[in-house]
Each structure stands twice: as C-alpha cells, then as structure tokens.
C-alpha cells in the first residue's frame, strides 16, 4: 500500500512499474522470483514523504509453486464503493464488496481492501465467522466495536457473529481483510516461507542455482 510518495518495482519475470500514493502492488511470489523496490527518479530528485506498508500473505500448500506474477495499480485503476453519504470510500483490491470485485482475486481466497473514512463517518463491515480478520488503523482515531482504536493499531477478533461496526473520530484510514485459515504449518528463512524445513532448503537452493530469475541489464 502507497500511502504517501511512490515505489518503483522491477523484478526477474519482467515486471516493471511507478506506483504512486493511494495505489497498490499486489506480487505473488509462489515458485519464487527476485525483484527490487526503490523510490521513482522523479522522487529521488524532488524529496518528500515516503510511507508505504507492505503486507506478507502466506499461501496454502497446494498453491506454493504457482508460478509468480506482479500486479502494480495506480489509485484511478482500484474501484472504489462510497457509502455513508461519501463519508466513507472503499478501494477494493482482492476479493469483492457489495458486489464490487477487486482487481485481484488471490487463490487463497483473501479479501482485502483499505478504508478511507471521514471525521464522524461510520461503516458496517462484514466477514465470515469462520474467517481470520485483518483490521489496521494506519492513520486516525475509530470506534471499532466499541473500543477506541489509534494509528498503527491491529486489531484483534474472536469468532463471533459476521458484523464489525466502525466509526471515525477524525478523518482515518483502515486497512481491512479476512480469510479463512488453512491451518497448515509454517517454516520460513529470509524470504522464504514455506510449510517444512525441508521445503525451505530447496527454495534456497532454487535461489542459488538461478531459477527464481536473474537480473537483466
């Protein structure tokens, strides 16, 4: 997520783009890839300020040597539902809401999106019992549920009911997502994260012998 200032992307499959504020990238590295996130030139010479929060999404097992793929969405490309007489904007980007679909739809069947609300506005956001949520106050003061909630603020959910009631005290942004667990488990190195110990040494020996890709000048 570019919350301020810009990410230029590059990477081994011949993924290249700018994404500036209020866009988004989406990369899945399944059978693995390497690639590169540095500002633009254009920020190197101008200056200004850089906020970007990067969100690590594991994989089922069945899903891990996908091949990778890189999805770079500037702000004007990411629908976006309003709600609460305009109080409140949505930019759905994986999974779908009020029946708005997100640009990307992720094999393990993540719904995310991020949450513009303004000062004194409120929303009714929904997700399975059975699913995980992901709720993130990045900047601003809400009311989730009752409990007052700050910046850079998680937070957390029993298995209760499918409703999550949120307002606005000042003008705020929230990322938001659920999916179902997959319960599987988890061993990771570095950037690598797979489902054994096992697993783990291949994929750095896949890196070392050049199969994640190289760089091409």
Request: hydrophobic share 35%.
């Amino acid at each position: 997520f570019i919350i301020d200032g810009d990410v230029s992307h590059r990477d081994s499959t011949g993924g290249e783009s700018v994404i500036k504020t209020g866009g988004i990238q989406w990369m899945t590295a399944g059978s693995g890839l390497i690639h590169a996130e540095i500002s633009s030139e254009e920020f190197l010479k101008t200056g200004g300020k850089e906020e970007v929060l990067q969100l690590w999404v594991n994989l089922p097992a069945a899903n891990k040597m996908t091949p990778p793929a890189y999805y770079g969405f500037n702000k004007e490309q990411i629908p976006v539902k309003e709600f609460d007489e305009r109080k409140v904007k949505i930019q759905i980007i994986a999974g779908a809401i009020a029946g708005e679909q997100g640009p990307i739809q992720p094999p393990s069947g993540v719904n995310l999106s991020r949450v513009d609300i303004a000062a004194n506005g409120s929303i009714t956001l929904s997700a399975p019992e059975s699913d995980n949520i992901f709720c993130y106050c990045v900047s601003g003061s809400l009311n989730v549920n009752g409990s007052e909630i700050t910046t850079r603020h998680l937070v957390h959910f029993n298995f209760e009911g499918t409703d999550v009631e949120v307002s606005a005290k000042s003008d705020s942004i929230l990322l938001w997502g659920h999916a179902k667990p997959f319960n599987e488990p988890v061993a990771s190195y570095g950037p690598f994260v797979m489902n054994s110990e096992a697993e783990i040494h291949q994929a750095i020996k896949d890196y070392q012998e050049g199969k994640m890709g190289v760089w091409k000048e």
